[in-house]
Every structure is written in C-alpha cells, then in structure tokens.
C-alpha cells in the first residue's frame, strides 16, 4: 500500500523520489473532481432536454443522452485521446490508437496519466451533448449517434489537437506561424471554441440538412412547441451550472500550488457571475420585449454567460465577468428569433447558447487577457468553423442520403418514444398508451 | 327524467355539487373539456413564437333528475356556479328515456 507521507521510489520515475509527491496528488485530484463534475454536465444535458421536447419524445431524448455519453467516453479512448494529444507537434493531428493507461506503479509527471485522460473524456462527452437538443423530435436514433461516433472520434479530437493538443493553433512555440501571422497562440481556456462552438457547428449543419419539426413554421411564422416540463428543464440548468465549476476550474489544469488554488477559486467566482448576468439580462430582455419573463430563456441565458466566460474565465475582474456574461444573455434573445425568422428549428437553443456565445467567449479574451490577439482568435474560430461546418455537413448529408436521417411524418406525429425506442415516457398520461 | 348537462368553471365545482347535494340529488358524472363561447382565448409567447390558447378549461357535469326537480336542480347550478364574469358556462336539459341502477335492477325514477 503506498502511504500519503513517505512514497516507496517504485512509485514514480525509477530514478529518483520526489521531493514532494503533493502536487501530483492534488493535480490529480482537481481532474478526477472537477472530471465527475463535467460528468455530471451530461445530466445536466439530458434533464434540460427532456424538460424542453414534448412528452411523446421524452425517453428518446434521455435515450439520445445516455448514448452519446456512453459512446464519448469509448470513442475517446479508442482513438480520440491520442488524436488530440499524442504527438500533434504543431501539427493537425496526433496518432490514431487507444490512449495507453499505465500501471500505478509506472505513472510518472505531474498528475497521473488516467485522470488526466478522463478529465479529457468529459469535455469530448459534452461536445456531443450539445448536439442533441437542437435535432431533438425528428431525428433517427442509429443515425445520430453514427454522427456522434465520428464527431468524439474524429472531429473534436482534430479540431482539439489544433489547440490543446499544442497543435498549430497554439504550439507555444515563438516562431510559429500563428505567431508571425497572428502575434499570438489561440487562447481558449476551457472550450468557448474547442467545445462549445465546435458542437455548435455540429447542431447547425445537422439542423440545416434535417429541417424543421413538422408543423414548426406555418404561414411564414413560427408556431410555439412548448417544453413538457419546466421543473426538468430548469433542474437540468442548475445541473449544467454546478458541472460548469468543474469544466471552467479544472481547466486550470493544477492544484499543486497556492498560486493554482487561488487561480482555481478566481475561475470559480467569474463562472458563477458570468452565469448570474446572463440569467438576469435574458429576463430583463425578455420581460421588455414580450411582457413576461419566458423561463427558457432565462435557463438559456444562464448557459449562455457560461459559456461565454468559458474562453477566459481567470484573466476577467469580477466587472468583466459579468460584462461578458451578460453579453450572452443578449446574445441568447436575439438569436432565438433569429434562427426562427431564418427556419432553423434548434428546439432547445444550442445554437444561441453554444456556438453564437461560444464565439462571443473567444473573440472576448484579449479584453481581459494580453497573451491574446483579436487575429488570433479570429484565426481559431473561423478555421476551427470552417473544419467542424464542412465536415459535419458532408457527414449530415451522407446519413440523410443513405441510411436517412427523418423518422416517417406518422412516426414523428406519434412520438419518437413509441416509434424509436419503444418505451413511453408518461404511458400513463395524455394520449399515452396505458390511459384510457 | 331529464339530463341536465352543465358547463362551468372547473373552480366552481365544488360549490356546484355541494348545492346540489343540499336538494337531495345524489351522483353526478364530470369530465374535464376544453371549450369556448363568447369568452375569447389570449395568446402566449413561448420563445418568441406566439400561440393563441383559444380552448379554455371547463368542467362539464351530467347529472340526471327526476323531472319535477329540474326546475330546483336548475336554479341551484346557476345559483352556484355563477360569477357574473364572461364565460360562466351554460346548462342543457335533454330527455332521458329509460334508467337502470346496475347493482339492482331497479328502474326510471326508482334508479335515481
């Protein structure tokens, strides 16, 4: 048993003890809990979505989310892991193998190897969450989930490589290309881009090459499809907002010092003001423009100042935090009807909170941060963009024209939960199969 | 006997049923409908998207009477479920041909 105060060399590198095992125990600590927080995101994905569809389409929608986990965290390991990690060198992309998890008695560095994996894992899973709400009630579950198998196998790891995985994005390196070019690295903390944005793109070309819910847009207006429960839909909120301390404070990536703590506690605050801001000007916003607070934009505009503090959330004061946050609530408003008046059904907001505030998050962080450049930024979103759209949709329009995308217009009137997964949600209650 | 059909508000149907109650009238059917008269609907807004609620909750109750007490029954349901405000509701009185209480066998008037 190896003991917390003296460390048997056999424990790390062959060569030599180390002066102090208490940073790698606490670097691993911080991935391990803020990991199972990002984990639980996942639920937080899940309960907001089913909140948000209506009860006909409840259990495909948790169907959709416990899948896309499941599959996330396989696909990561099988390849995704070391595509964006391993030997990317300022390149595009790492090595297409299983990511290797050594023994306990071989785990040298700072932070042991599989907590690190697993801290990684998660934000792929979230990457994939995002996807889901937007094609919610009329998409084929075999495949969607074929997308996700390429999208947390391939298209975020690749993308991820660029900038985590010290690819050309941000090789750290001052003769670099995007140094000359840009006058610095990309900067994205914790993902505004990497994985708010790139399941942005993912949602936007799949809602594009699917369509809209039947009945969605009549006579050239929007038709309301009000959410089954709004206890769900906020609960998954909440969930998402607590996971998010773990998704913007473990990107810290190191609690072995007082300087890491504190940076760790700072991204703590900024998160949670940058959330708060987005709540409270989404529902002024709201309150003005429609005379009533619509609850689901507020739970969207709590996402959305989330997401927006993600790109930086150490650099801002607290001021900035709630700047930038707030901004995602104005973001959130203006964009749903947008997406409307245009005839993308994003049925629970993705697009606004996720890829229109994750863009806002990026382009932000030279404000707070001067290791950034707005260039830089610009060159991160528009070829992290331009990879993520093109790719997905050449993938979109492969699926809907093979094994298609659309259940039938009878399946999707009488509810995916019927006719994909053949299990109701409420078979009970309305028109479901076990009420008179 | 007469079949007595009110439409109400769903909130005055306790009070409905408890002066029907003080008459005497024992048993009564009530479902839950969605309706509309003069009352008009409102529209909601569910993100951005207006949609107009034009069918608003009523309860509909049945109840069938001897005839001599359709005049009471009456009286005592508009006394009842009355609020002066639009879309109180109406009454139906249609015939009733022939009555059986199933646990006895008992008939017409008898089966009340």
Not at chain 1, 221 to 233: D, E, H, Q, R, T
Not at chain 2, 21 to 50: N, P
Request: proline residues 5%; aromatic residues 10%.
């Amino acid at each position: 048993m190896l003991s917390l105060v003296a460390l048997p060399a056999f424990a790390q590198d062959a060569a030599a003890a180390p002066a102090d095992p208490y940073p790698y125990i606490l670097n691993t600590f911080l991935f391990l809990v803020m990991g199972f927080l990002v984990m639980w995101m996942a639920a937080g994905f899940a309960m907001l979505e089913a909140g948000l569809v209506r009860t006909k389409n409840v259990s495909m929608q948790c169907t959709k989310n416990i899948a896309l986990y499941a599959i996330a965290g396989l696909m990561y390991w099988v390849v995704g892991y070391n595509v964006m990690y391993d030997g990317v060198d300022g390149g595009y992309f790492g090595t297409f193998l299983p990511k290797v998890i050594p023994p306990i008695d071989n785990d040298p560095g700072s932070y042991s190897a599989a907590s690190d994996w697993f801290f990684q894992m998660v934000f792929c899973a979230t990457t994939a969450s995002i996807v889901s709400g937007t094609l919610a009630e009329r998409i084929k579950l075999w495949p969607f989930l074929i997308f996700t198998v390429v999208l947390t196998g391939f298209i975020y790891p690749i993308e991820g490589a660029w900038k985590w995985g010290a690819g050309w994005l941000a090789p750290g390196t001052d003769d670099s290309w995007i140094k000359t070019f840009a006058g610095a690295d990309f900067q994205d903390f914790a993902g505004s881009t990497l994985v708010h944005s790139c399941g942005g793109w993912a949602a936007l070309m799949g809602a594009i090459v699917l369509g809209a819910r039947y009945g969605k847009y009549q006579d050239g207006k929007p038709v309301a499809i009000p959410g089954s429960s709004m206890p769900l839909a906020t609960l998954g909120t909440f969930i998402l907002w607590l996971g998010w301390f773990g998704f913007n404070g473990g990107s810290q990536l190191a609690l072995g010092t007082m300087a890491d703590a504190s940076a760790v506690s700072r991204i703590f605050v900024n998160t949670n003001l940058a959330a708060a801001a987005g709540v409270v000007v989404a529902m002024i916003l709201t309150q003005i423009f429609y005379g009533k607070v619509d609850i689901t934009m507020a739970l969207n505009g709590a996402l959305a100042g989330l997401v927006s503090i993600t790109a930086e959330p150490l650099a801002p004061d607290p001021l900035w935090a709630i700047i930038i946050g707030g901004v995602g609530g104005v973001i959130v408003v203006f964009t749903v009807p947008f997406l409307d008046k245009i005839r993308i059904d994003d049925v629970v907001g993705a697009i606004p909170v996720h890829l229109v505030a994750g863009i806002w998050g990026t382009i932000a962080v030279p404000i707070t941060n001067s290791d950034a450049t707005f260039m830089a930024q610009l060159v991160g979103i528009v070829s992290i963009g331009a990879f993520v759209s093109v790719v997905s949709l050449v993938l979109w329009v492969i699926l809907r024209f093979t094994v298609g995308l659309r259940p039938s217009l009878e399946d999707e009137i009488a509810g995916l939960d019927k006719a994909e997964v053949g299990v109701e949600a409420y078979p009970e209650f309305g028109t479901g199969s076990q009420r008179l | 006997m007469k079949l007595v059909t009110a439409i109400i508000k769903p909130f005055k149907l306790e009070e409905v049923r408890s002066a029907l109650t003080d008459l005497g009238l024992q048993g009564m059917t009530v479902t839950e409908v969605k309706g509309y008269g003069r009352q008009k609907g409102h529209t909601e807004i569910y993100r951005s998207a207006e949609y107009a609620v034009s069918f608003l909750p009523k309860i509909k109750m049945e109840i069938v009477v001897p005839t001599a007490q359709v005049e009471k029954a009456l009286e005592a349901i508009q006394g009842a479920a009355k609020t002066g405000q639009i879309g109180d509701g109406k009454i139906f009185v249609s015939p009733i041909e022939h009555t059986v209480r199933i646990r006895t066998g008992e008939a017409d008037d008898n089966a009340l």
